[in-house]
């Protein structure tokens, strides 16, 4: 009777409350999850949880790549144990985390993540008899959920996450997946659907888009059409996630090996322009091809990179992303006179840039110095005479501007036969330290200047001031 009171009167439509699945255990002989497929740090987690008598789970991601047969990027465990119980468990331990805290145990370079259950800040179940966690989150002005840091059970820890296929749970205990969301027939259907209401969860926390085209990219799941389209109507929404951690989400989004899909998507849902406003804007000249045949370029060379297991870096990626609202605006500042010379433009426009960018995504100091010095250096590699080619070799920048250099060339600007010099120079400076470098063509100084004239005078009065302001 009770129950039907509540029901009645729940804030929940009931539709909901009805189609809520129910827990599903999935044994061991009915999945493809093997330990020894899992980080033998991380198991080794689970059971000496266990064996403190804890409740002690592999759940997120790990779960979810390994049911995919995947390698898993990391492991995750949810324990019943609060980060001080943990700490006890574990010598190596480290509690982290202001918003949430959290216990890091380490093993050497690897550390395996422990997050004690939590429920969200809405009521997890209306119909049960004892009352709901409520209210201890705190919801800012937007519906973000400002602070969320309750502890709860498996099943409120269940419900809190984002997508289905990120909320199973994987126990040492009997070796069994525990579904709560349905999250093994979306697998399946290899179908990314967020858990409760999909409006409601990205008002929460709007990352929480970005994160559904990360992962639609990376596993090629398709999105569940009431996931997807609040994408298209609430990209606003990231203007008020703080830049700090948007530039954390950006190297997750570009830097994991899937940077063109995702950037595609990005754009479909028309969420890029909240990342890299100059940049959105530049890319929609549609008839000119450069600017996206650069951005694509750039996040295909860094995905071959990561396919290959080579190093990727930020400043290169921003730098790329950032460079046609650069190049741009460079452009305007020699052509107005405002900057006597290409590299002063480039400076001048550089910093104007960064500077807006920095408003929406940050960009550590640690990064924007060497975005600064790719971006000069292309200015620096048309100086060819004397002693300078041999300078800027030695330069801490000269590889990683020496490829942008052949990016831009391969996107269409006129800049075959510098590449080639570069190319032949490092060559002759690799097999012999004395032999000469070859000679640059009378010309030369101005090869880079020819290709940006030419561009110049194409797009006429189409751009836009873009951060001229703050030059
Ligand atoms: P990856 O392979 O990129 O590590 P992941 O799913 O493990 O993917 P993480 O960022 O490591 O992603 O997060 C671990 C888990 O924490 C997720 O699978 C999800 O269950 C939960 N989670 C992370 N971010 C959120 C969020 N913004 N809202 C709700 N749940 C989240
Ligand atoms: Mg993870």
Redesign the pocket.
Known sequence: MIKIWKRLFSREPQAEAVARPERVVIPRDQHTISRARISPHAVKVLYRLNEAGYEAYL????V??LLLGRE???F?VATSASPEQVRRVFRNCRLIGRRFRLAHVHFGAEIIEVATFRAGHQPVEDTEDEPALDGAGEVGEHGMILRDNVYGTLEEDAW????TV??LYYTVADFSVVDYTGGMADLDRGQLRLIGDPWQ?YRE?P??ML?AV??AA?LGFRIEPGTEQPLFELGELLEHVPSARLFEEVL?LFL?GYGVQTFELLRHYDLFRYLFPATDAALAVEEEHYPRTFVVNALSNTDERVAAGKPVTPAFLFAALLWEPVRQLAAELEASGECKTWLQALQVAGDAVITQQAVRVAVPRRFSLPMREIWEMQARLTRRSGKRPMQLLAHARFRAAYDFLLLRQASGEALDELCQWWTDYQASQEVDGEAPPPRPPADSEEADGEGRRRRRRRRGGRRRRGGAAAA
């Open positions: 759940v997120g991601g790990g979810r790549d898993p990027k990391d995750d809190r996450r984002d997508f990120n909320a969860r926390d990352v929480r994160r990360r992962f990376k997750k994991a």
